[in-house]
């Protein structure tokens, strides 16, 4: 009896030193125990595993947890909540380890609630369905399943999983709920962007249980809608949160700013930022991602730079949103400059950030320090892997492309619908359509549908690759058709001579209700410039713009102005690029000079020319052009003048390059080389070609002014 007050001075000691994490004070008083003998008492022996756990001084608290002679269910609870709510993966296995010993013939402790919910945790931390399942078996058998804490343990596991099925049945199993529950469920449908029924779960709420309205809840709900076509609805659940007065809270005032930003509504996004009275990074964050993914680089940029001078520390999730604002092209220093503030702040190994720096070096062109962050890294990461091939592709580097994506095979890393559609986009560049028919292969193992973006690089592929009746059947299979796949088809069909079938599908189209965006109307444009319709071609320029508001940009006149050149309207078309409201540089005209060769138009040719010449034009080309019209024209002083100035301006002609694919293998050639191992029977076979062609009467018909092309 005389024990007992000694007991008790230690344990309140202990749950003092543990609320206030005292380690070296508590480390003092686990001294005295072990001097005393009082560590045999199984509620100090407990107290101090609880003591240490809640330090997150895990090791040492499994040692405390293993001199303990006889654990009881508080011993066992002390430890696995320790783990569980330091999280982690392999902290996560370690709970699941010990509910497993725990429940073993040698030990058999029955877990209470608290165990319970440290397991389901672990469960969800780890994506363990089966583990999970397994624990939710055992509360039914011994008949927690009623203990509030049980179950909005077990249904956020469920919810994390995916398995909102299983969720919502046991949420509506459920003999009491509370704003966690609910607010958990909520979050499960948003996840998995189930909207409809998260709002229908919302309202449900709010019409009989309003009192559980809190910022749980309230945070749970916007993350459902950001969409541009969920606004209306986060607008609502935004003034809702304003009359329960929810909005001093961080994480709902967090929520709105994400919310409207990624709903594309900048404007309401700063607005809510601005009456944020309580900021923290994440705010920050939200805000500068909003900015980069709204295509405002340099006011996230400047927003980041204001947080840093405000003394706020920026996490992982800030620095993605700063380096895919530095991903236009126009801030590669930023972004190295971001880079190396990642690597002062100790992120360099996070997979997160060094995507996102892989991502930033490739779209800013910067392929090898991309490709060096990518080695650096050499994580099986698909989103990494995929961040450097959709930067190989964006650069033209098709080949290399696919060479990295073979290697990501090789190494068992599952691709997934982002990495499928960067490979066929660099198979329609290499028109390489023996591969794309592999990659189409590859994506029906991997399961994936014909839903975008798959279905659209397919049909794209195909339509490019000159193969339209398999581009057509990718096509009609698809289950929703947007914009781009329109295009594509449309495309490839104004490409491969059926200018007639690509205006019918344009009519389908609009028929089907696609709204056409600026690409469609170059796809058409292009088709009517190919077929010489010029009338046509208006009737299309002109509603872009007064039907579907598609403001006319530099390809839209480019195609405007071939179309005028094809059909010898050649004044038509000068009269038009002048007229021309946009700033388009040397595109139009050297369009033009090309047409005035084909017609024999030296004079008007000559005035196209001399616009290059003043705009200072660095293609080869148009100085070859341009003298030799002079040549025709018998002004031997000009054709001397043009050849000066491509002398001076360090222009140079560029040796033509063609490839074809065979049996898998491109073969690259390229004027003057030799490096080919089958030249010398290429050239035997052009030799050949030659002769048979000249025995068939066929004479090469040239214009002798234009025959002289070396300046």
């Given at each position: 009896?005389?024990?007992?007050?000694?007991?008790?001075?230690?344990?309140?000691?202990?749950?003092?030193?543990?609320?206030?994490?005292?380690?070296?004070?508590?480390?003092?008083?686990?001294?005295?125990?072990?001097?005393?003998?009082?560590?045999?008492?199984?509620?100090?022996?407990?107290?101090?595993?609880?003591?240490?756990?809640?330090?997150?001084?895990?090791?040492?608290?499994?040692?405390?947890?293993?001199?303990?002679?006889?654990?009881?269910?508080?011993?066992?609870?002390?430890?696995?909540?320790?783990?569980?709510?330091?999280?982690?993966?392999?902290?996560?296995?370690?709970?699941?380890?010990?509910?497993?010993?725990?429940?073993?013939?040698?030990?058999?402790?029955?877990?209470?609630?608290?165990?319970?919910?440290?397991?389901?945790?672990?469960?969800?931390?780890?994506?363990?369905?089966?583990?999970?399942?397994?624990?939710?078996?055992?509360?039914?058998?011994?008949?927690?399943?009623?203990?509030?804490?049980?179950?909005?343990?077990?249904?956020?596991?469920?919810?994390?999983?995916?398995?909102?099925?299983?969720?919502?049945?046991?949420?509506?199993?459920?003999?009491?709920?509370?704003?966690?529950?609910?607010?958990?469920?909520?979050?499960?449908?948003?996840?998995?962007?189930?909207?409809?029924?998260?709002?229908?779960?919302?309202?449900?709420?709010?019409?009989?249980?309003?009192?559980?309205?809190?910022?749980?809840?309230?945070?749970?709900?916007?993350?459902?809608?950001?969409?541009?076509?969920?606004?209306?609805?986060?607008?609502?659940?935004?003034?809702?949160?304003?009359?329960?007065?929810?909005?001093?809270?961080?994480?709902?005032?967090?929520?709105?700013?994400?919310?409207?930003?990624?709903?594309?509504?900048?404007?309401?996004?700063?607005?809510?930022?601005?009456?944020?009275?309580?900021?923290?990074?994440?705010?920050?964050?939200?805000?500068?991602?909003?900015?980069?993914?709204?295509?405002?680089?340099?006011?996230a940029l400047e927003l980041f730079s204001k947080m840093h001078f405000?003394?706020?520390?920026?996490?992982?999730?800030?620095?993605?949103?700063?380096?895919?604002?530095?991903?236009?092209?126009?801030?590669?220093?930023?972004?190295?400059?971001?880079?190396?503030?990642?690597?002062?702040?100790?992120?360099?190994?996070?997979?997160?950030?060094?995507?996102?720096?892989?991502?930033?070096?490739?779209?800013?062109?910067?392929?090898?320090?991309?490709?060096?962050?990518?080695?650096?890294?050499?994580?099986?990461?698909?989103?990494?892997?995929?961040?450097?091939?959709?930067?190989?592709?964006?650069?033209?580097?098709?080949?290399?492309?696919?060479?990295?994506?073979?290697?990501?095979?090789?190494?068992?890393?599952?691709?997934?619908?982002?990495?499928?559609?960067?490979?066929?986009?660099?198979?329609?560049?290499?028109?390489?359509?023996?591969?794309?028919?592999?990659?189409?292969?590859?994506?029906?193992?991997?399961?994936?549908?014909?839903?975008?973006?798959?279905?659209?690089?397919?049909?794209?592929?195909?339509?490019?690759?000159?193969?339209?009746?398999?581009?057509?059947?990718?096509?009609?299979?698809?289950?929703?058709?947007?914009?781009?796949?329109?295009?594509?088809?449309?495309?490839?069909?104004?490409?491969?001579?059926?200018?007639?079938?690509?205006?019918?599908?344009?009519?389908?189209?609009?028929?089907?209700?696609?709204?056409?965006?600026?690409?469609?109307?170059?796809?058409?444009?292009?088709?009517?410039?190919?077929?010489?319709?010029?009338?046509?071609?208006?009737?299309?320029?002109?509603?872009?713009?007064?039907?579907?508001?598609?403001?006319?940009?530099?390809?839209?006149?480019?195609?405007?102005?071939?179309?005028?050149?094809?059909?010898?309207?050649?004044?038509?078309?000068?009269?038009?690029?002048?007229?021309a409201p946009i700033d388009h540089g040397l595109c139009l005209w050297?369009?033009?000079?090309?047409?005035?060769?084909?017609?024999?138009?030296?004079?008007?040719?000559?005035?196209?020319?001399?616009?290059?010449?003043?705009?200072?034009?660095?293609?080869?080309?148009?100085?070859?052009?341009?003298?030799?019209?002079?040549?025709?024209?018998?002004?031997?002083?000009?054709?001397?003048?043009?050849?000066?100035?491509?002398?001076?301006?360090?222009?140079?002609?560029?040796?033509?390059?063609?490839?074809?694919?065979?049996?898998?293998?491109?073969?690259?050639?390229?004027?003057?080389?030799?490096?080919?191992?089958?030249?010398?029977?290429?050239?035997?076979?052009?030799?050949?070609?030659?002769?048979?062609?000249?025995?068939?009467?066929?004479?090469?018909?040239?214009?002798?002014?234009?025959?002289?092309?070396?300046?």
């Amino acid at each position: 009896m005389t024990a007992a007050p000694h007991y008790r001075s230690i344990f309140t000691q202990f749950l003092e030193y543990t609320q206030q994490k005292n380690l070296p004070n508590g480390r003092t008083l686990h001294a005295h125990i072990i001097k005393t003998g009082s560590i045999h008492c199984s509620y100090i022996a407990n107290t101090l595993v609880n003591f240490y756990a809640k330090c997150h001084r895990l090791p040492e608290a499994h040692l405390a947890f293993e001199s303990i002679e006889n654990k009881d269910v508080v011993s066992w609870n002390s430890l696995i909540n320790g783990y569980s709510q330091l999280g982690g993966p392999q902290n996560s296995v370690i709970v699941m380890h010990l509910f497993k010993k725990m429940m073993s013939q040698e030990h058999l402790v029955l877990p209470d609630a608290r165990t319970f919910a440290g397991v389901f945790t672990a469960a969800s931390a780890l994506g363990d369905c089966f583990g999970g399942k397994q624990g939710h078996t055992v509360t039914v058998k011994l008949g927690r399943c009623d203990d509030i804490f049980v179950g909005s343990s077990l249904l956020n596991m469920y919810c994390k999983a995916g398995l909102v099925e299983d969720a919502r049945k046991l949420f509506d199993e459920m003999p009491e709920r509370n704003s966690i529950s609910w607010a958990t469920m909520i979050s499960g449908y948003s996840m998995q962007r189930i909207c409809g029924e998260a709002l229908e779960l919302f309202r449900e709420l709010v019409a009989y249980e309003e009192e559980y309205v809190n910022e749980f809840v309230v945070t749970s709900i916007l993350s459902a809608f950001t969409l541009p076509e969920y606004m209306h609805i986060g607008s609502q659940i935004h003034c809702l949160g304003l009359k329960h007065g929810l909005l001093s809270h961080v994480s709902v005032g967090n929520a709105i700013v994400t919310m409207y930003s990624k709903c594309g509504s900048l404007d309401e996004a700063v607005k809510a930022f601005d009456l944020s009275s309580n900021k923290n990074s994440i705010t920050w964050s939200a805000m500068i991602t909003g900015y980069a993914q709204g295509g405002d680089h340099k006011k996230a940029l400047e927003l980041f730079s204001k947080m840093h001078f405000n003394g706020l520390v920026a996490s992982e999730f800030t620095l993605v949103g700063v380096l895919n604002a530095c991903s236009d092209g126009t801030a590669i220093g930023e972004g190295k400059e971001a880079h190396a503030y990642s690597i002062k702040l100790g992120f360099q190994y996070q997979i997160y950030i060094m995507t996102a720096v892989v991502d930033m070096y490739a779209k800013c062109g910067f392929l090898d320090d991309a490709r060096k962050g990518f080695d650096h890294l050499q994580e099986p990461d698909v989103v990494l892997w995929t961040s450097m091939i959709g930067g190989y592709v964006q650069n033209g580097e098709n080949e290399r492309a696919i060479d990295l994506f073979c290697k990501m095979q090789t190494q068992g890393i599952s691709p997934n619908e982002p990495t499928m559609a960067s490979v066929l986009k660099a198979c329609s560049s290499l028109a390489a359509l023996e591969q794309g028919k592999q990659i189409h292969a590859t994506t029906i193992k991997h399961g994936f549908g014909l839903e975008a973006p798959i279905g659209g690089a397919l049909s794209t592929m195909y339509a490019k690759c000159g193969s339209l009746k398999d581009g057509d059947l990718v096509f009609t299979r698809m289950p929703s058709r947007d914009a781009i796949s329109w295009n594509a088809m449309i495309s490839g069909l104004s490409q491969n001579g059926q200018g007639v079938e690509a205006l019918e599908l344009f009519t389908k189209m609009q028929i089907e209700g696609t709204k056409p965006d600026y690409v469609t109307f170059v796809n058409i444009l292009t088709a009517c410039s190919h077929m010489g319709m010029v009338e046509k071609g208006w009737e299309y320029f002109n509603m872009m713009s007064n039907e579907y508001g598609v403001i006319p940009r530099i390809d839209h006149y480019a195609c405007m102005v071939d179309l005028l050149s094809r059909g010898g309207k050649l004044n038509e078309a000068k009269d038009f690029i002048e007229s021309a409201p946009i700033d388009h540089g040397l595109c139009l005209w050297r369009i033009l000079l090309s047409a005035c060769r084909n017609y024999h138009n030296y004079e008007l040719g000559a005035y196209a020319g001399e616009k290059l010449m003043e705009l200072g034009s660095q293609e080869s080309s148009a100085y070859v052009l341009l003298s030799s019209i002079y040549k025709a024209l018998g002004r031997s002083s000009d054709v001397e003048r043009v050849r000066r100035m491509m002398s001076v301006r360090g222009v140079s002609k560029e040796p033509g390059c063609s490839w074809i694919e065979l049996k898998s293998h491109n073969h690259v050639f390229v004027v003057g080389d030799q490096l080919h191992p089958q030249v010398d029977e290429i050239r035997l076979e052009l030799n050949r070609l030659s002769k048979a062609m000249k025995d068939e009467g066929y004479h090469l018909e040239s214009d002798l002014n234009f025959a002289d092309l070396e300046v």
